[in-house]
């Protein structure tokens, strides 16, 4: 399976890919994974010019691609002002409107303070179910005071087990699954409710008593 990893940490070391990195490694502790990282600080002109020209250079349509054709995301952005960064934002403006579609996803990010920890909730989160996702019920948020401290690598490991568990039950729905399949499963199984349904009522009428009548029937009698 395909794991892209999104990292829109813009210093050298970046906090913001050490935590991509480390979500990663625990994803690929439970499920094998080949592995992609996207760091936007590369593309960051690429994506400037995709805006005024409308075309994207090799390099973003390469990242773009990986992203369409990915089993699951780990996108992790800075905070800058309450909420994720602009290159942050941008590279998912410049993604086809379908691209995340049904896709398994962990947002995370990291801050100076945990006064912005809920950036994951108020920002993150509705974004990416804008755009149609999956996201995984555990979002991971790392303070500085978090690195080396108790909570974080339990944070890290059970958001990564949603993580795997997502990517490994839509890819086992796909195996050896066509479209036609699928859509014959579905009109079999909307046949047995139906005939579940049949069965249920006896094949009796059913009566229909209006509501005035029902209300009257109730009404003390004078």
Same mark, same amino acid.
């Given at each position: ?22 979500? @990663? =490694?625990?994803? #690929? ?5 080949? $592995?992609?990282?996207?760091? +936007? *600080?590369? &593309? ?63 947002? @995370? =990010?990291?801050? #100076? ?5 809920? $950036?994951?909730?108020?920002? +993150? *989160?509705? &974004? ?63 046949? @047995? =409710? ?29």
């Amino acid at each position: 399976m395909k794991l892209v990893v999104v990292s829109a940490g813009l210093s050298v070391p970046s906090s913001t890919r050490l935590l991509a990195d480390r979500l @990663a =490694a625990a994803v #690929g502790r439970r499920t094998p994974v080949e $592995v992609r990282v996207v760091e +936007l *600080r590369e &593309l960051a002109v690429e994506i400037a010019h995709f805006f005024t020209n409308g075309f994207p250079g090799k390099a973003l349509a390469t990242a773009q691609e990986a992203v369409a054709g990915a089993d699951g995301l780990i996108v992790v952005t800075p905070v800058f002002s309450a909420s994720y960064s602009g290159l942050f934002k941008s590279f998912f403006d410049v993604l086809d409107k379908d691209a995340l579609a049904g896709k398994p996803v962990l947002v @995370a =990010a990291t801050g #100076g303070s945990a006064r912005h920890s809920l $950036v994951l909730e108020h920002a +993150l *989160r509705p &974004l990416f179910a804008y755009l149609r996702a999956v996201v995984v019920p555990t979002a991971v948020y790392a303070a500085s005071e978090d690195w080396g401290a108790e909570g974080l690598e339990s944070r890290i490991e059970r958001a990564a087990g949603e993580l795997a568990g997502l990517m490994a039950g839509l890819s086992g729905t796909r195996v050896g699954t066509g479209t036609g399949a699928a859509v014959a499963g579905t009109a079999e199984k909307d046949r @047995a =409710a139906g005939a579940a349904g049949e069965t249920a009522r006896g094949g009796a009428d059913i009566e229909v008593v209006p509501f005035a009548e029902q209300l009257a029937a109730l009404s003390p009698r004078r």
